[in-house]
């Protein structure tokens, strides 16, 4: 594990965070918890995990109230990149969690053979 911890960001009412937050706890991997709803990825992690990731619908919690309130299929192809990553950025409700940053590295949700890859 590098020295970073990685940064966690999650909600507490997700069961996939649950699940996640438990498989970094039973592996003992040291990490930062920070609430999504309160504390959003910032721009910068954002515009790296998109790098990363290739994608930058892959950043949204496609399944969430606040993405299908907001009209954000149809919004996606009408704003700049930039645009997006402020909104993103702005509520953490329509970031795909848990989103996870590590030391050059980033996971999008919870599939365990991906995480076991990236945390042992």
């Known amino acids: 594990m590098s ?6 960001y999650e909600y507490s009412g997700c069961s ?3 699940n996640a937050l438990k498989f970094l706890k039973s592996k003992k991997v040291e990490f930062q918890q920070i609430p999504i709803r309160e504390t959003a990825p910032s721009v910068s992690e954002l515009k ?25 299929k149809e919004k996606l192809g009408t704003l700049s990149e930039e645009q997006i990553y ?3 950025a702005a509520n ?15 996971l999008l949700g919870f599939k365990e053979e991906e995480w076991k890859g990236k945390l042992g």
């Open 48 to 72: 790296k995990a998109k790098q990363y990731l290739g994608d930058i619908k892959k950043l949204f919690n496609t399944s969430g109230k606040d993405y299908r309130e907001g009209n954000w």
């Open 92 to 106: 953490g409700n329509l970031v795909k969690r848990p989103f996870v940053v590590g030391d050059g590295w980033f």
């Open 86 to 88: 402020k909104e993103l």
């Open 16 to 18: 996939t965070c649950r």
């Open 3 to 8: 020295r970073s911890n990685p940064k966690v």
